[in-house]
């Protein structure tokens, strides 16, 4: 009974805000003569786009040349023929399904623990500001964002070591840890903007604390969600600073240690070196063509929401 | 970690402007304590406490013991006595900790000027009137979700096979030779690729910005016989000054903790001429020396302090963006 209200409500609201919520900004540039496009600006815009293009060319078509072929050394030459080898010779070289195996279960655990504990420490903090101790617990857990990790590294180390977390599970806590800050500024920010009507609704219902929550903040919570994971997932999966130097077994490491780890082992064969780094980067960029507009739009909040 | 996570940092400005505001929310509740309050739901410190504690023990127990060794003699195991400030003042007058911080900072201000103008002018390019403007602002962001080490790799090849090549070709004598191998141009590869890497959360930033400008600023310029030019030096630029600005301190301290795309590129060398800050503080973990690199990373904290100390108050002048 309560919680089919919640969850009514839930859905009115998601809809109102997906309607409001993202504000495109009203571009008008209404100028006389300005309303033709701007090609000289395009073939600029277009020669910069090369050079984004160009180090991601040279790596696909790296990866799909013959060992002769790569080292040759005309990075940009097309590959002739196609040649899959190179990803066969990293699979097996690198131990790919075990290093990726990991690097997704650490990212996964980073998103998922991010956006629960983010939320709920968010949810805490706002609903009970008027409490010196919420207060100051926002403030405390936003210090971290002034801390590099550079700065606890060797302590961070050395405590991994004793407690029995120099491993995958300890970089998580600390991917999770690290990503807490910006998290919580994003969720408490947007939390603000939910009227607190709409949760007294289910309160009187006779909706608990975790009832309203689970069912009706948590849903409202989903696009922040979506921004917060994303940062999570790009920070955890591509992170080596912290992997290299917190798990202790090689064996265990995430993608982007063993690219480092196998450098020497690549030596010339440029078209596996080239395909074990395609395999390391192309699950982000996946991810990234299908979020683009959550990425996007993460980055101008993370940065001027406030 | 990675660049957007801190870009969050300069809101904290803004929020401790509302802070001292206080919003009260209270919710429905029958139940009050002495001074008349809503009694707090005890389920709201199982949301947060756990938190806090893990938290804690992640990184403020870290945090404090690190300061704490770093007024010792402690090797990283094994017994360990006071020593006072000795660590602070040897690191001083240690030439490699020095040499460190000067290629940290010289980088980090390199690059910085280099990303903010170059994200600047693709963000005006961006927001003029052109076709495909999505796919290209697409494109530009793809760097930021690439592994800063794993590209660095990929610029590290092109650095010491495809660039020489092209320069002998061309007939260039110093584009002949890898310039991850010159002491005196390595740091600039590594400038090349951290901008690679970091211009498009910059670009995103100045869009918003310069999304935000009302097109009746431009109409008028326009009247008043504005250039192209003129425009974009007396209106655009004023007006996103305090993207500038936050753009500026963010990227600065970003690059100051440079290290997976030097790993990548040249390991500190040729030589320790590219050896940063942060690579320097883990030579204290396989070198012995633990609490004298920790007292190098106490002075690195206070350093990022500082510039985020000057961020909140910069930020929260600035509080109209």
């Excluded at chain 1, 919570?221 to 600073?241: C, H, K, Q, R």
């Excluded at chain 2, 800063?148 to 070709?169: R, T």
């Excluded at chain 2, 500190?268 to 633990?290: E, L, Q, V």
């Amino acid at each position: 009974m309560t919680q089919t209200a919640a969850k009514r409500t839930a859905a009115s609201v998601r809809q109102a805000t997906a309607r409001n919520g993202a504000p495109t900004p009203a571009r008008r540039r209404g100028k006389v003569g300005q309303e033709k496009t701007s090609w000289t600006t395009m073939v600029i815009l277009f020669l910069c786009a090369i050079t984004v293009i160009l180090p991601l060319y040279v790596t696909i078509s790296m990866s799909l040349k013959s060992t002769s072929q790569a080292v040759d050394g005309n990075a940009f030459s097309l590959p002739a023929p196609i040649d899959f080898s190179g990803f066969a010779q990293a699979w097996e070289l690198t131990n790919f399904p075990v290093a990726f195996t990991i690097s997704l279960l650490v990212t996964a655990g980073t998103v998922v623990g991010t956006v629960i504990l983010a939320s709920l420490a968010s949810y805490a903090i706002v609903r009970n500001w008027d409490r010196r101790f919420f207060r100051w617990s926002f403030f405390y857990l936003l210090a971290a964002m002034f801390l590099p990790f550079p700065v606890v590294a060797l302590p961070q180390i050395q405590l991994t070591g004793l407690t029995g977390l120099a491993n995958p599970a300890g970089v998580t806590i600390l991917h999770i840890m690290f990503q807490l800050s910006f998290s919580i500024l994003l969720f408490t920010a947007f939390l603000r903007s939910i009227p607190l009507e709409l949760e007294e609704s289910a309160r009187i219902d006779g909706a608990t604390t975790w009832q309203t929550f689970r069912q009706l903040i948590f849903p409202l919570l989903a696009p922040m969600s979506a921004t917060v994971a994303i940062f999570a997932f790009l920070a955890s999966w591509n992170d080596f600073m912290m992997p290299s130097l917190i798990i202790a077994d090689s064996a265990q490491q995430t993608l982007p240690v063993v690219q480092s780890i196998f450098q020497t082992q690549f030596s010339n064969n440029y078209n596996v070196s080239f395909a074990s780094y395609l395999m390391a980067m192309a699950p982000a960029i996946v991810v990234y063509l299908f979020t683009q507009r959550w990425v996007m739009e993460g980055v101008t909040q993370g940065a001027v929401k406030g | 970690m990675s660049t957007p996570v801190t870009t969050a940092a300069a809101s904290a400005g803004a929020l401790v402007d509302e802070a001292e505001h206080g919003k009260v929310d209270h919710l429905a509740g029958t139940r009050h304590d002495r001074r008349g309050r809503t009694r707090v739901d005890p389920i709201y410190y199982w949301f947060l406490v756990p938190t806090l504690v893990i938290f804690t023990l992640a990184i403020t127990v870290p945090a404090v013991l690190g300061i704490f060794y770093s007024f010792t003699n402690f090797i990283g195991f094994g017994d360990w006595e006071f020593i006072g400030f000795t660590n602070y003042v040897a690191a001083f007058s240690d030439p490699a900790i020095l040499a460190s911080y000067g290629f940290t900072f010289g980088f980090a201000i390199v690059t910085v000027l280099l990303v903010n103008v170059i994200a600047f002018l693709l963000a005006v390019g961006l927001t003029a009137k052109i076709r495909l403007k999505a796919g290209l602002r697409a494109v530009f962001v793809i760097p930021m979700v690439i592994s800063g080490i794993v590209i660095a790799y990929v610029f590290n090849f092109l650095f010491s096979n495809s660039v020489p090549a092209l320069g002998s070709s061309l007939g260039i004598p110093w584009l002949s030779e890898s310039i991850l191998a010159n002491p005196d141009l390595a740091w600039l590869s590594i400038v090349i690729v951290t901008a690679w890497q970091t211009i498009p959360a910059t670009l995103l930033i100045y869009i918003a910005g310069l999304l935000s400008i009302p097109g009746e600023v431009y109409e008028a310029a326009d009247i008043d016989g504005a250039g192209a030019m003129r425009r974009l030096w007396s209106v655009t630029l004023p007006l996103v000054s305090g993207y500038v600005v936050i753009n500026m301190i963010l990227g600065f301290k970003n690059y100051l903790n440079v290290y997976d795309v030097i790993i990548g590129l040249t390991n500190g060398g040729p030589g320790t001429s590219t050896r940063s800050i942060a690579m320097t503080i883990f030579t204290g973990f396989t070198g012995g020396d633990y609490a004298y690199q920790m007292a190098n990373a106490t002075m690195f904290f206070i350093i990022a302090v500082a510039i985020s100390v000057l961020q909140l108050r910069i930020t929260r002048g600035k509080a109209a963006i």
